[in-house]
Structure formats: structure tokens, C-alpha cells
């Protein structure tokens, strides 16, 4: 079973869109058990039941969703594609656990920071609607868990969440043969650092290895015997 309802969003007074949006199921999803019905032309909602076709599994793509701009739109346009709900279930009973992940359509790139922070306009827009917002500085703390938006932005989390900035733990039970194991959550395609030093002094740390977030925890299990180790990962941009 498949749920999904999203609005197409205006930003930085964008014109609305006026031409109905629309979701072109890929042929393993079928089409809707029930027709889909929407509230107005930017938003889009379809049901799918057991529909006999043996389910999705793995990565899929559920199907290509069709945005047309207003002719008013300008070089400076841009609409989020947001996730009013979305779920799935294995027999309509149990939730699989999701991440919705907000999207951008833009008419040029939007790779340029405004503020000349490092920070690209595209994503003030996609996490605050737009670039104007005080709360999307680079130093500023949007939700207020004391991590600043320049080190959320690299990180590749949500500024608005607390808590949703990467933390290194450490593994309560080693793996035999290991002597430390430490583990922590992870973006997609993210590139991770693992370091290891005998000391916090600055100087004396090593790379132990990169690794590829995938959006679930990673672990590292080291093999070192010495009695002092600290470790630390360093998140690439």
C-alpha cells in the first residue's frame, strides 16, 4: 500500500503554478487503486492498494512527477516540491519508516550564494523558502540545538530539526576480535572521515578510512591495542 499527497509551493514571490501537476506511476507501481484527486492545480494525491503486482523492493523509482511553469516565470523562479504525506505498508497494517526529503524545481541552477557565504541560494530555498530569511545565515541557528547552519549545510541535514546532526557513538558491545567500535547516522552519498589519535592535541590525528553514507548508521570496528585512542569523523563537502 502506497499513500502520497504533495504541493507545489511558490517561492520568493514565484508565480503560483495554474496547470494541473501530474504523477506518471512507473509500471511496477500500476496506476492508482483509487483516482486521484486534488485540492488545486500544485497539488497532487494518489492511493495505491494491493494491486497484484508483488510489491517494490529495493531502490525504485515510484514514477516522474510533471511541473509546468506559468509563462510569468522569471530566471529568479523557484517552487518546492513538498511532501504533505507520504507512506507505504507492507500489508496495511505496519508503517515502513520513511524520510521525506523536500524538492527544488528551479529555472537556473541557484548554485550562487547571495551572501557570499559558501552557502547556495538553493538551499535557503529548499529548507526556508527563500533567501531572505535572517534564520538561514550561515552562523545562525534555525532550531536552536547549538549546531550553526554552515555545519548543517556540509553535514547535509535538516537545519530545522534539532538533533539531526550527525553524533559519534561509541558501540556498548565491541565485536569480538575488535578492540573499539564506534558508530554514526549518515546522509546519502556523504563522504565520511574516520580519524584516530592518541591525544586531543591538535596535529595528531590519522586517517583511518573513507566511507559513503547511506542514509542508515555506518560502524567502524578497530583492531588498535593501545590503551589511549580517541576518534573522530570528519564530514567532506
Known amino acids: 500500500m502506497l499513500g502520497l499527497n504533495l504541493t507545489v509551493h511558490p517561492l520568493d514571490g514565484s ?22 484527486t486534488s485540492k488545486n492545480p500544485a497539488n497532487f494525491c494518489g492511493t495505491w492498494l494491493d494491486a497484484g503486482i508483488g510489491g517494490l ?58 551572501f557570499n557565504d559558501g552557502i547556495p541560494d538553493s538551499w535557503r530555498l529548499r529548507w526556508f523558502g527563500t533567501i531572505y530569511n535572517s534564520l538561514s545565515q550561515s552562523n545562525a541557528d534555525a532550531c536552536g540545538d547549538g549546531i550553526s547552519n554552515w555545519k548543517k549545510y556540509i553535514a547535509g541535514t535538516d537545519p530545522t530539526i534539532p538533533g539531526s546532526f550527525p553524533k559519534v557513538n561509541p558501540k556498548s558491545s565491541v565485536p569480538a576480535g575488535y578492540t573499539a567500535a564506534i558508530h554514526w547516522p549518515t546522509v ?9 589519535s592518541a591525544t586531543l592535541f591538535s596535529g595528531s590525528w590519522s586517517v583511518l ?29
Open 188 to 196: 546519502n552519498g556523504k563522504k565520511y572521515v574516520i580519524e584516530r
Open 15 to 36: 508565480p503560483a503554478i495554474t496547470q494541473q501537476v501530474t504523477f506518471t506511476p512507473s509500471a511496477a507501481l500500476g496506476t492508482p487503486s483509487l483516482p486521484p
Open 57 to 114: 523492493s529495493n531502490s525504485v523509482t515510484l514514477g516522474t512527477l510533471t511541473v509546468k511553469l506559468p509563462a510569468t516565470a522569471t530566471s529568479s523562479s523557484a517552487y518546492a516540491v513538498h511532501f504533505d504525506f507520504g507512506s507505504g505498508s507492507p500489508n496495511g497494517i505496519t508503517l515502513f519508516p520513511n524520510t521525506k526529503f523536500t524538492g527544488l524545481v528551479t529555472t537556473t541552477t541557484r548554485s550562487n550564494s547571495s
Open 209 to 237: 578510512t573513507t566511507n559513503t553514507g547511506t542514509g542508515g548508521d555506518l560502524e567502524y570496528d578497530d583492531t588498535n591495542t593501545n590503551k589511549v585512542k580517541f576518534y573522530r569523523v570528519r564530514i567532506l563537502p
